[in-house]
């Protein structure tokens, strides 16, 4: 039987190192962006997207160094989306992972130049010969994950998700909403291995399936947590959502509801995988987890 | 005789119309980030960076196409930049190319949304196989430019400008910045078609010195144009280095003399060309016009 807890400890402390490396301040014109892009990026975090990289890299056997530079690439974009994000004009958040967010530690000019600097990392790690020795991926790599994290994926999602403080979004909306907001970094990591494996477009197309469910569970659980978890718990605020009258999954729902559809979800992620042998295992575990977990 | 006015605003409406089609909003989850991106986008500038990526590429007759895509994704960057440095925590600039900036016009949430919107498809208009066949060159096209936009170029540069608020720079820092802030992003544009034509190490070595001088030039004429100019030929405010008590070639070498410094720039850029045949001539005019430029 799979250990995922062991898995996810395992990986997490592998993307570490490889965001400590690509991280590396030595010789850097200016030491306090570094500073903050390394606060921000380093020491915390489940690294469930460089995981499910990892992982999607596993059933076509792509070498562990190309997985590793693509999850970290892709944590990169996860973590400069949190540092804007919590900007004060954005959700104007003090804390984040249980430490005080980017602006607060540092400043607020830092943390917008942080963040920029962390995006556009990413894009320097996935173009590096180091991350793959075949080109044609390098660039497929990059093109998808800026479609990814972009206008018409994250960056498109966060601006719908401003505009929701001012109208009362559907269910159809919300769920459109985080498809973008969370679910296309999540859509990356599970198509990461696919593009660097060459894997059939059935495949990709089963993982992609996996990834829009698996993403859908997790904003459900993202929002029973806001509902249900404490400030230690989850190292954010909580209760911000339905303070501030936003419309989530668990006020169009209810809570009953919300964790009987993310118990669905799970359900049906799983099915996607069914093509998939015994080493999508940890995939399937993962569907679980994110509806389980308390951060 | 090569005719730089001409040539210069060919290459903008050319530019422009390159712009116009990778900010197309056909489709897009969400227009207002959309309206933000192409407001602050299109319609001015000079398109300089745009025109040096087309310059450099004739020089190895690369595929007009190809320059023009180049060209835009490092307009988009300068674009984003310009978006983020004109935000309250940065400069709060209330003026740009003659228009309210993107945060006054829209909002500041809509303003680091759109840099990080117009940033992220930067890369994305890189990777796509429109922008040329061998992958292995675009993949070398988003590596350089993301290590000139990055922490170890622009990004750093503007950290170390906003340092340099609270204490005053000599000479050779500020020499330094600016290689970073503004050099690094000329530097990819003189360097780009030399990645698309795979032109000989000598040939790109010979374009980055140009480019080095050129950009030093560059920004000698923006501190004395901050001194001299008008709100009405600059078309943003002016004046606001000397009143912030900020060091400035200008304040370091005085107006005489960093005349005199940006005119010797101008004679070692075009030396840095000799090798190169007529169809340098453009980029030798170039020199000279940064320098005399009234906006």
Same mark, same amino acid.
């Given at each position: 039987?799979?250990?995922?807890? %062991?898995?996810?400890?395992?990986?997490?402390?592998?993307?570490?190192?490889?965001?400590?490396?690509?991280?590396?301040?030595?010789?850097?014109?200016?030491?306090?962006?570094?500073?903050?892009?390394?606060?921000?990026? *380093?020491?915390?975090?489940?690294?469930?997207?460089?995981?499910?990289?990892?992982?999607?890299?596993?059933?076509?056997?792509?070498?562990?160094?190309?997985?590793?530079?693509?999850?970290?690439?892709?944590? *990169?974009?996860?973590?400069?989306?949190?540092?804007?994000?919590?900007?004060?004009?954005?959700?104007?958040?003090?804390?984040?992972?249980?430490?005080?967010?980017?602006?607060?530690?540092?400043? =607020?000019?830092?943390?917008?130049?942080?963040?920029?600097? $962390?995006?556009?990392?990413?894009?320097?790690?996935?173009?590096?010969?180091?991350?793959?020795?075949?080109?044609? /991926?390098?660039?497929?790599?990059?093109?998808?994950?800026?479609?990814?994290?972009?206008?018409?994926?994250?960056?498109?999602?966060?601006? /719908?998700?401003?505009?929701?403080?001012?109208?009362?979004?559907?269910?159809? =909306? /919300?769920?459109?909403?985080?498809?973008? !907001?969370?679910?296309?970094?999540?859509?990356?990591?599970? #198509?990461?291995?696919? /593009?660097?494996?060459?894997?059939?477009? %059935?495949?990709?197309?089963?993982?992609?399936?996996?990834?829009?469910?698996?993403?859908?569970?997790?904003?459900?659980?993202?929002?029973? $947590?806001?509902?249900?978890?404490?400030?230690?718990?989850?190292? !954010?605020?909580?209760? !911000?959502?339905?303070?501030?009258?936003?419309?989530?999954?668990?006020?169009?729902?209810?809570?009953?509801?919300?964790?009987?559809?993310?118990? #669905?979800?799970?359900?049906?992620?799983?099915?996607?995988?069914?093509?998939?042998?015994?080493?999508?295992?940890? *995939?399937?575990?993962?569907?679980?987890?994110?509806?389980?977990?308390?951060?």
């Amino acid at each position: 039987m799979a250990d995922l807890p %062991k898995a996810l400890a395992d990986a997490a402390a592998e993307v570490e190192i490889m965001l400590d490396t690509v991280l590396a301040a030595d010789g850097a014109p200016e030491r306090r962006i570094y500073d903050a892009m390394r606060y921000t990026t *380093l020491g915390g975090g489940k690294r469930l997207r460089p995981f499910l990289v990892m992982e999607s890299a596993r059933l076509f056997d792509v070498p562990k160094a190309s997985a590793l530079r693509a999850g970290a690439a892709l944590e *990169l974009i996860h973590c400069y989306s949190l540092v804007h994000d919590d900007l004060p004009a954005m959700d104007d958040d003090d804390l984040r992972r249980g430490k005080p967010t980017v602006h607060k530690q540092f400043d =607020e000019a830092t943390a917008i130049l942080a963040g920029d600097g $962390l995006l556009t990392l990413a894009f320097e790690v996935l173009a590096d010969a180091a991350t793959h020795a075949d080109a044609g /991926i390098r660039a497929a790599l990059v093109l998808a994950l800026a479609r990814a994290a972009g206008v018409r994926g994250m960056v498109g999602g966060q601006m /719908i998700d401003l505009e929701a403080e001012t109208k009362t979004l559907n269910l159809a =909306e /919300i769920t459109e909403l985080q498809k973008l !907001k969370t679910g296309a970094l999540i859509g990356f990591g599970c #198509e990461a291995g696919a /593009i660097m494996g060459k894997a059939p477009a %059935k495949d990709r197309s089963a993982l992609r399936a996996y990834a829009d469910t698996l993403g859908l569970a997790f904003q459900i659980a993202d929002d029973l $947590l806001d509902v249900e978890g404490s400030v230690e718990e989850t190292g !954010k605020a909580v209760g !911000k959502d339905a303070n501030a009258g936003k419309a989530t999954f668990v006020s169009l729902l209810g809570v009953v509801g919300a964790r009987k559809k993310a118990s #669905e979800l799970v359900d049906q992620a799983v099915s996607h995988l069914a093509s998939f042998d015994a080493r999508a295992d940890l *995939l399937r575990l993962t569907a679980r987890f994110v509806v389980d977990r308390r951060n």
